[in-house]
């Protein structure tokens, strides 16, 4: 894996061209778990191929939740979080990129190259109690009724939608 | 660290346990303070008896209903719940069965602790709006009527952060990662949903009637205010400490869930994760977040679990990227 992430990162480096391409023709996404591919984005659509986890798709088009994906194993319609939009790849080199540009390469102290506070588990041990700040914050607590007000000035309107459950594969 | 607790009463009333307790001897097993942590295992079990059996929206008198009187997290209910907290502190905090008062205190100690770290963006119009969008939300939640405010603080760092009571912060890192407000209102939503099943409360009450426990064992630690205060501190490393994966299940879940009550397109939450998700794990940015949250393509995958068919027929969730909050820098 890690291999292969070396030689994507080099493909990639070498050939913005094709990057260019890609954002424009399709994104890039890796499958997150096992699913079907649908010929039309409908969960009764009759099955167009399957792809495994971890495999690398090509998204191309995305309508509502569904995302019409090209796998190994032909094209189709999934639900949109059965894919992980981006590659690991491409958002390392975007990552090194911007260290990069910020001066942070190598340093690996970005607090004190940057000037901006950091909240690392030791800042937040550290942390001594700021109660101008807390007052502060507190004066910005809205009542219901002024919810409500900002949620009529963009048009927000409640709908009946019972709490999520707890899937069946979800991991406890 | 300013002190929180008066130890007077405190040891007053502990210290009557004392002869009847198993655990005075094993506290001879060390003299160092630390004692109080080393006692955890001991008396973990009898803990999570006492805090498991309250539901997460346990009436207050529910107390009342719990049989046995012998353990030391037991004696720490024997207060009234009537001791004020308020602005005085966490003087006299019911541990094992906070009020509503009682928990939006101790969640203003951390709140103000975490705030120490990282103060306020300081621009009012955007602490307005992450206000406006956040009371929405909470509204649309089991626990509408606390006074729920929010905060983006300055640290590039992404992250978010809930304290009991509804204190909850966001980072500039992780607004700056925002392109709407129905992605707002879902990470805004995740931390209304730790307040609402009161996850991090959870964890405090057992670890201050864990050191309570252990505390008052000694009368020459339950002696020394500083010592007391250091064992029972609620500074914001809570803040650092992970959940269990459960939690950050379950606060996904219920986040999305407010999020599309409220009117909004119901995948702000999922969009963001996506974002996260593409984030280098090397990244420091990240690193917090990383540390004390399942990974987001695991949290995408759950939440994919969760959702299945239920989001199919929700239409017309708004997204409102028009007026979505710009930072000015």
């Known amino acids: 894996m890690r291999i292969n992430l070396k030689a994507m990162l080099f493909a990639a480096s070498l050939m913005p061209i094709l990057h260019a391409q890609m954002a424009i023709g399709g994104e890039a996404g890796t499958a997150l778990k096992n699913d079907t591919l649908r010929a039309e984005p409908f969960a009764d659509a009759k099955s167009s191929g399957s792809f495994t986890r971890g495999e690398n798709l090509d998204i191309l088009k995305k309508q509502g939740a569904w995302l019409q994906v090209k796998a190994k194993k032909g094209t189709g319609w999934v639900r949109l979080l059965s894919v992980k939009r981006g590659t690991t790849s491409s958002s390392s080199q975007t990552a090194g990129v911007l260290a990069a540009a910020s001066g942070r390469a190598g340093t690996g102290q970005v607090v004190s190259t940057t000037g901006v506070r950091g909240l690392s588990e030791e800042d937040l041990k550290a942390a001594k109690f700021n109660e101008a700040e807390v007052k502060t914050m507190e004066s910005y ?27 069946k594969g979800d991991a406890k | ?58 009436p207050a008198d529910s107390a009342a209903k719990q049989p046995e009187a012998s353990t030391p997290a037991a ?122 099943k009161k996850h991090q409360l959870k964890v405090l009450q057992k670890q201050q009637l864990l050191n309570i426990g252990a505390g008052f064992l000694s009368s020459k630690y339950a002696k020394d205010n500083k010592l007391i ?73 759950a939440l994919g679990d969760a959702i299945g068919s239920r989001l199919d027929n929700i239409k017309g969730g708004k997204t409102l990227e028009n007026r979505f909050y710009q930072l000015k820098n």
């Open chain 2, 1 to 58: 660290m300013r002190t929180f607790i008066k130890n007077d009463k405190l040891t007053s009333t502990h210290s009557k346990l004392l002869a009847s307790s198993l655990l005075a001897a094993l506290l001879g097993l060390s003299s160092m303070p630390g004692a109080a942590l080393d006692l955890k295992g001991v008396l973990k079990d009898a803990v999570e008896k006492q805090t498991n059996t309250q539901p997460a929206a346990a």
């Open chain 2, 75 to 196: 004696a720490a209910s024997s207060e009234p719940a009537a001791a004020p907290a308020g602005e005085a502190g966490l003087k006299e905090i019911n541990w094992k069965n906070p009020s509503k008062e009682e928990e939006i205190a101790v969640g203003r100690e951390i709140a103000g602790n975490l705030l120490g770290a990282a103060p306020l963006v300081k621009d009012a119009a955007l602490q307005k709006y992450v206000n406006s969008v956040g009371r929405w939300v909470a509204s649309q939640s089991e626990r509408a009527d606390l006074p729920w405010r929010f905060g983006v603080i300055e640290s590039e760092d992404i992250n978010a952060f809930a304290t009991p009571g509804g204190y909850i912060m966001i980072t500039k890192g992780l607004y700056r990662k925002l392109t709407n407000e129905a992605q707002l209102a879902g990470v805004l939503g995740h931390e209304i949903g730790h307040v609402v």
């Open chain 1, 141 to 167: 607590t809205l009542s219901a009724d002024q919810g409500r007000q900002f949620a009529n000035a963009g048009d927000l309107k409640t709908i009946a939608f019972s709490n999520l459950k707890a899937g």
């Open chain 2, 229 to 301: 205060s250091k064992a029972i501190g609620t500074g914001a490393e809570i803040s650092a400490r992970s959940l269990d994966k459960s939690a950050e299940y379950e606060a996904d879940r219920l986040g999305l869930s407010y999020a599309t009550r409220s009117g909004y397109e119901p995948y702000g939450l999922t969009e963001v994760l996506q974002i996260i998700g593409q984030t280098n794990k090397s990244d420091s940015s990240v690193a917090l977040l990383f540390k004390t949250h399942p990974h987001p393509d695991e949290r995408l995958v």
